[in-house]
């Protein structure tokens, strides 16, 4: 999408961001060897031509996403009340709502990648018979070996009713080996009473992976078969916390793909989304996630 943040007066600045896009962006910025694909669907308009120029330009490849004639990209606007943030969103005829437009396309996007990451947003975005292409998609992958990570990021006014979105998130959580979800967005969508029992939840789910993200709360993880803490880190310069949990996500997920356990992972996860907060707009520079994920950094220090 195309991302509109407020600056000095009336001034605001476009770049481009989204939720897994956030994500995919720190494991771009962590794995710089490695390939990454951001799979969607464009528009053929200047705007969508700059987005495709801004992915290639930082090392991101679109795989075989498709080009829509007359789409465009969706757009929104970030507008902060300290440091909390809040969104205002113009996405109905968005080009991403087609990124399953063309089935065999998609299939090729997925092949062979080690790891595919999807969020609940994504598939509220699309129609009933492109999110079930979609979740077929990623079924076909993960039998393949590819490992699939998931953050269901429920956003209410993107779904008919809380029961319809159970349902399309509880079958993604069918095709899912990672799961990612933030308490608060559980809390809403189920009515969890506790992060402990977003987890028991998800698990009873059959997901054998999960951290369930708290702001600046502990997250709890699961990993091979035990429940442990992970203390957040807190970013004593915040300025905008708009791309933290996604930052965390590719975090969290970069440290998983480079050999370290659930709670390590979630250590660099935090490091990393307390980085994301200090600057405005979700997008952080590639040096300063780099630093955050190894620690390096002196700005976020630990709650």
Not at 148 to 153: E, G, K, Q, W
Not at 155 to 167: G, K, M, P, T, V
């Amino acid at each position: 999408m195309l991302e509109l943040s407020a600056s000095d007066g009336d001034a605001w600045r476009m770049g481009y961001a989204g939720d897994t896009l956030n994500t995919l962006w720190a494991l771009r910025a962590l794995l710089p060897e490695a390939r990454c694909d951001y799979v969607t669907a464009f528009g053929d308009d200047q705007f969508s031509r700059r987005q495709k120029d801004f992915l290639d330009e930082n090392g991101i490849s679109t795989g075989a996403s498709p080009v829509i004639a007359g789409a465009r990209p969706g757009l929104y606007a970030i507008t902060l009340e300290g440091v909390e943030r809040s969104f205002t969103y113009w996405r109905a005829d968005s080009a991403a709502r087609q990124l399953a437009s063309d089935p065999a396309a998609l299939d090729k996007s997925l092949s062979g990648l080690r790891l595919a990451y999807v969020s609940g947003i994504t598939l509220a975005i699309l129609d009933e018979p492109a999110r079930r292409t979609l979740l077929t998609a990623l079924a076909k992958a993960r039998a393949d070996g590819t490992i699939i990570a998931f953050d269901p990021n429920y956003r209410a006014r993107l779904w008919a009713s809380r029961d319809y979105a159970q349902q399309e998130i509880n079958a993604a959580l069918a095709v899912s080996d990672i799961v990612l979800p933030t308490f608060p967005d559980e809390q809403e969508l189920y009515g969890d009473a506790t992060p402990e029992l977003t987890m028991q939840r998800v698990a009873d789910a059959g997901v054998t992976e999960i951290v369930v993200k708290n702001g600046t709360e502990d997250a709890l993880v699961l990993f091979d078969g035990k429940v442990s803490r992970s203390p957040a880190s807190r970013a004593d310069n915040a300025v905008d916390t708009t791309g933290a949990g996604d930052s965390f996500n590719g975090g969290y997920l970069t440290a998983r793909l480079s050999g370290h356990n659930g709670p390590e992972a979630a250590g660099h996860a935090h490091r990393t989304a307390a980085a994301v907060v200090c600057v405005r707009g979700a997008l952080a520079p590639f040096d300063l996630l780099r630093a955050a994920f190894t620690g390096e950094s002196a700005a976020p220090s630990a709650a």
